[in-house]
């Protein structure tokens, strides 16, 4: 969800529209430029130098993108800095290696799938097939189609006594570079599915609780251009206005609530990552995606609503638009949030810790964003954005290795998380 700051060169590449071929980051570093208390001399020392700021809070560190004319002169500068990727070309290749041949009907009884990234077609077949080993408590659905015709397909799933439950909603994939959501939001579904068909106590009751309802990719086309065209694509690929060379709105500022409530908040720049678009709700997939949330809250209500997004590790809930403002909910949130941080801390071998709080609070100002819209207009009891790995070397681009581990201490902290949503811990007996 970081989003970025572009000069020159970035901003080429973020605006190419229809690439001719894959663009090469063979030669790129990325740097961790460390800030604190001279976060401003840095960035006056940066002023002249074309790069991409990957993360947008740079109270203590930022995460850059040089070309490989500049890094040398970066590197002249003597500000303290580590190196996250020495060559990010290198580190895209190894990522993007890709093993399909083992998961195909066997989505009942293998992980293999959680050892590598995979294309487009594949997580649709994989979902096919989760699906097809649970027939009478599941059915596809969709939210709509993308800019460019693709279905945003999902799955609802169900327990004893048939549909008709308070809702779990998911979304993974608003930004297409986060390729590590889609694989989380899958392992989730995965461990539903088999569990509920292999009587697991703890998921039964999650199934017999509520609907889940479950879309693995609210941005298909940005991500397929971001494995076929620009690895650090962020936006949809929707035209600009006024026959604009820029493409691209970013889904997650287009939402109604809080479109417009602070210029900080998202970008009316069609050439910016955060661009907000010229109305709420004018790309598909937010459309599609706000009419399918308010028919959850008309037919069933929602109970929770997590937006899976990478990365540095945080669990944030609604205000994202005004630092200041909280909801009656932050105290219950914020409980909750502490509790699933602790369990996927305990679950990991490297300890690994998930910060959490109001989102414009503990992070930075976000206007037409799905968690405050979801919470506000939807009417969910708790709405997250979840940000994923990691916190250290790899950033966007997030090596295979890592998906297992990520997918793991997820469902852990789900399992905390929606054993939480009906207990009296939030009603003045506990911990409230």
């Given at each position: 969800?970081?989003?970025?700051?572009?000069?020159?060169?970035?901003?080429?590449?973020?605006?190419f529209?229809?690439?001719?071929?894959?663009?090469?980051?063979?030669?790129?570093?990325?740097?961790?430029?460390?800030?604190?208390?001279?976060?401003?001399?840095?960035?006056?020392?940066?002023?002249?130098?074309?790069?991409?700021?990957?993360n947008?809070?740079?109270?203590?560190?930022?995460?850059?993108?040089?070309?490989?004319?500049?890094t040398?002169?970066?590197?002249?500068?003597?500000?303290?800095?580590?190196?996250?990727?020495?060559?990010?070309?290198?580190?895209?290749?190894?990522?993007?290696a890709?093993?399909?041949?083992?998961?195909?009907?066997?989505?009942?009884?293998?992980?293999?799938?959680?050892?590598?990234?995979?294309?487009?077609?594949?997580?649709?077949?994989?979902?096919?097939?989760?699906?097809?080993?649970?027939?009478?408590?599941s059915?596809?659905?969709?939210?709509?189609?993308?800019?460019?015709?693709?279905?945003?397909?999902g799955?609802?799933?169900?327990?004893?006594?048939?549909?008709g439950?308070?809702?779990?909603?998911?979304?993974?994939?608003?930004?297409?570079?986060?390729?590590?959501?889609?694989?989380?939001?899958?392992?989730?579904?995965?461990?539903?599915?088999?569990?509920?068909?292999?009587?697991?106590?703890?998921?039964?009751?999650?199934?017999?609780?509520?609907?889940?309802?479950?879309?693995?990719?609210?941005?298909?086309?940005?991500?397929?251009?971001?494995?076929?065209?620009?690895?650090?694509w962020?936006?949809?690929?929707?035209?600009?206005?006024?026959?604009?060379?820029?493409?691209?709105?970013?889904?997650?500022?287009?939402?109604?609530?809080?479109?417009?409530?602070?210029?900080?908040?998202?970008?009316?720049?069609?050439?910016?990552?955060?661009?907000?678009?010229?109305?709420?709700?004018?790309?598909?997939?937010?459309k599609?995606?706000?009419?399918?949330?308010?028919?959850?809250?008309?037919?069933?209500?929602?109970?929770?609503?997590?937006?899976?997004?990478?990365?540095?590790?945080?669990?944030?809930?609604?205000?994202g638009?005004?630092?200041?403002?909280?909801?009656?909910?932050?105290?219950?949130?914020?409980?909750?949030?502490?509790?699933?941080?602790s369990?996927?801390?305990?679950?990991?071998?490297?300890?690994?810790?998930?910060?959490?709080?109001?989102?414009?609070?503990?992070?930075?100002?976000?206007?037409?964003?799905?968690?405050?819209?979801?919470?506000?207009?939807?009417?969910?009891e708790?709405?997250?954005?979840?940000?994923?790995?990691?916190?250290?070397?790899?950033?966007?681009?997030?090596?295979p290795?890592?998906?297992?581990?990520?997918?793991?201490?997820?469902?852990?902290g789900?399992?905390?998380?929606?054993?939480?949503?009906?207990?009296?811990?939030?009603?003045?007996?506990?911990?409230?």
């Amino acid at each position: 969800m970081r989003t970025t700051i572009l000069s020159s060169v970035c901003l080429a590449l973020a605006t190419f529209a229809t690439a001719s071929a894959k663009s090469s980051y063979d030669g790129y570093k990325v740097y961790r430029v460390k800030t604190g208390i001279n976060g401003k001399a840095v960035q006056s020392k940066l002023a002249s130098f074309d790069f991409e700021q990957w993360n947008h809070d740079s109270t203590s560190h930022i995460d850059i993108l040089i070309p490989p004319s500049q890094t040398a002169p970066f590197e002249a500068l003597g500000l303290d800095y580590h190196v996250m990727h020495a060559n990010l070309g290198d580190s895209i290749a190894a990522e993007s290696a890709t093993s399909t041949s083992n998961f195909k009907r066997q989505a009942d009884n293998s992980t293999s799938w959680y050892d590598s990234y995979h294309p487009y077609a594949d997580h649709i077949q994989y979902f096919d097939d989760l699906h097809a080993i649970f027939p009478n408590n599941s059915k596809k659905i969709s939210s709509g189609k993308s800019y460019e015709g693709r279905d945003i397909y999902g799955l609802h799933l169900w327990g004893s006594g048939g549909p008709g439950k308070p809702a779990v909603l998911y979304h993974g994939t608003v930004h297409a570079r986060e390729w590590i959501s889609a694989p989380v939001v899958e392992y989730i579904t995965y461990q539903l599915v088999t569990g509920y068909k292999s009587n697991d106590a703890t998921v039964r009751t999650f199934l017999d609780s509520y609907d889940f309802f479950i879309l693995p990719f609210v941005n298909p086309d940005g991500f397929v251009y971001s494995q076929t065209t620009q690895r650090l694509w962020r936006k949809n690929r929707q035209p600009g206005p006024n026959n604009s060379t820029c493409f691209g709105r970013d889904i997650n500022r287009n939402w109604e609530f809080a479109w417009n409530a602070t210029a900080r908040g998202a970008s009316s720049n069609p050439c910016s990552e955060t661009y907000k678009g010229e109305a709420p709700s004018d790309t598909p997939e937010n459309k599609g995606l706000d009419a399918f949330v308010r028919k959850l809250r008309d037919e069933q209500g929602i109970k929770l609503f997590i937006d899976w997004h990478s990365y540095g590790q945080d669990i944030l809930s609604p205000y994202g638009y005004n630092e200041t403002l909280y909801a009656p909910e932050l105290g219950k949130w914020t409980k909750a949030a502490n509790l699933v941080s602790s369990a996927i801390r305990e679950a990991t071998e490297d300890r690994t810790t998930f910060t959490f709080g109001p989102s414009g609070a503990a992070l930075y100002a976000t206007t037409g964003a799905a968690p405050d819209h979801v919470y506000s207009i939807g009417g969910a009891e708790f709405s997250y954005t979840i940000e994923l790995r990691d916190t250290g070397d790899a950033g966007f681009v997030l090596p295979p290795e890592q998906i297992r581990p990520s997918v793991v201490e997820q469902w852990e902290g789900q399992k905390v998380l929606i054993s939480l949503l009906d207990e009296v811990f939030f009603d003045g007996k506990g911990l409230a």
